[in-house]
């Protein structure tokens, strides 16, 4: 009889289970009734049991030796598996903050990548003469009289302060700003970008003759007009020149050899090439003789001569770079050139900006050009400091159609006081190192960040007479050329991708607790059916 009411208080869930499955389900054939009547009895086990079930079928190391073991035997385990669980959970941290912390890495990727992979550099000659005297006091005739002599020596100290208007000597533009601000407002009506072409150094008059290859050609049809920061100058095999600006961003890129290149050939767009190193191999430009007559002197950057800057095809040249090609008789400057190219896996496009810390070319246009480099970043963000301070853009580069003028010569003094200070960009907050002036007087651009695919050029250079008879009959011999045979190559590619980081987190796992997938799969099917049975013992 006892036997019997124990039965009964057991089994009474299991037979009130079944009721219910009597109620409301179909009625089943006494083999299905059984059937029924074992599941109700496996899903009633009490929450402990199940624990136990688990913990004597489960897959992770030490596990299984808590279910039947003394209780000083389950705290040993126990204290095993927290320990290790722990130390799986540190390590993992610590590859997360790898993972997060340092996503890419540069590294060499070749030492000698063959010269004809790339094009040759672009050369940007700039003359020392930004404003031909003559010519500027002709087209000043035309608003003023300027019989007068000293009318005509003020006018100078105009023509000096446009040729000094030029990253980074604004700040010479002062003196003669200043001596020249009551004839300012005169010329009100000038086009600016007219009158610096129109006072410009022609193509004839400055180049003498060019080589290419050791081949003589046509310097006029070799140079095209250049805009920089510098002012109007000349450029070869450049993109970024008035000859070729209408290539599209894919044409810039094939040649660059970012992306492969196509069957379609935009006129114009095709850059040279040179396998050859030493003198005489690569561009070869002889220049006439400054006319000093048409010089400001000292008011100007360069008494005589030229600048060269050696750039990307894709990016303006950097107008601070210049490197002085006196007009001296017999004077050879050789300079040789050896290329650093900087490349990135595609893998490392699907991490965003902020983490990668550079952008592609084509993830961002800007309006002096379209395609993104962080050199042609920081002149816009030198522009647009301008445009704030002025209301104007400058000359030097073509203005969006955003209703603003352009800077004409009333708008000199503005330029000459805002821009003195523009040299520096502002660091990261909290740097040391820096006065508080010269952080308050910097420029911001923390917007312009490295390009992701980038080419630079390291130089050397010589300047000295030069023996050959053909020299002397012209000034200032410029000769550019490769310095050794192949280029070196970067590539940025992920550090620890995020299947790096599963695999390191799977054999951290593996490791202290014998963990796996399978091991997951195996916790969430004997947690489901806790709470399954959690919930039936709750509603029975």
Known sequence: ????????????????????????????????????????????????????????????????????????????????????????????????????????QLAVKDTHVPLYEFPFPSITICPAIKVKKT????????????????????????????????QPTYFRMAEYVEKSKHLLPLFGKINLTDFMLTTLPTCNELFGRCKWHGDIISCCEAFSLQRTEEGFCYSFNSLTSEAGKHCPLSEVLENEGIVEEDDYMYPG??????????TVTGLEVFLYKTNMSESLGLGQRDKDGA???????YQFPNAGDGIWLRSEEGRRLNIMISPVITVTSSR?????????????????????????????????????????SCGCHMYFFMRPDDGKPMCGIPDLPCISHNTRHIRMLTPPKGTPGFEARLIRDSLDCSQ????????????????????RTSVW???????????????????RDITFAWTDLLVALGGVANLFLGFSILSVAEFIYWTLKICVNKFIRLYK
């Open 1 to 104: 009889m006892q036997a019997n009411a124990m039965l009964s208080n057991d089994g009474g869930g299991v037979q009130r289970w079944n009721t219910v499955r009597r109620n409301f389900l179909p009625r089943m054939s006494p083999m299905a009734k059984q059937l029924s009547l074992d599941r109700g009895t496996t899903v009633a086990k009490s929450s402990c049991v199940l624990i136990d079930e688990y913990t004597s079928h489960s897959t992770v190391h030490g596990m299984r030796y808590i279910s039947k073991a003394s209780l000083l035997e389950k705290i040993f385990w126990i204290t095993m598996l927290t320990i290790c669980g722990l130390s799986a959970c540190y390590i993992g941290n610590e590859l997360w903050l790898k993972f997060r912390s340092m996503p890419t």
């Open 135 to 166: 010519k500027a006091l002709e087209y000043f005739s035309r608003y003023i009289n300027i019989d007068n002599v000293t009318l005509q020596t003020e006018l100078v100290y105009i023509m000096s302060a446009l040729s000094t208007m030029q």
């Open 269 to 278: 767009c095709q850059l040279r090439r040179n396998t050859a190193v030493g």
């Open 307 to 313: 600048r060269v800057m050696i750039h990307t095809s």
């Open 348 to 388: 490392v496009k699907d991490l965003s900006v902020s983490t990668r810390g550079c952008v592609f070319p084509d993830e961002r246009e800007l309006y002096i050009y379209h395609v993104y480099t962080q050199s042609s970043c920081l002149i816009q963000c030198r522009m647009e400091f301008i445009l704030y």
């Open 448 to 467: 312009c960040i490295p390009t992701c695919y980038e080419t630079t050029h390291e130089i050397e250079m010589e300047s000295s007479p030069d023996q």
């Open 473 to 491: 009959k012209l000034f200032s011999y410029l000769d550019v050329a490769y310095g050794n045979l192949g280029s070196k190559k970067y590539q």
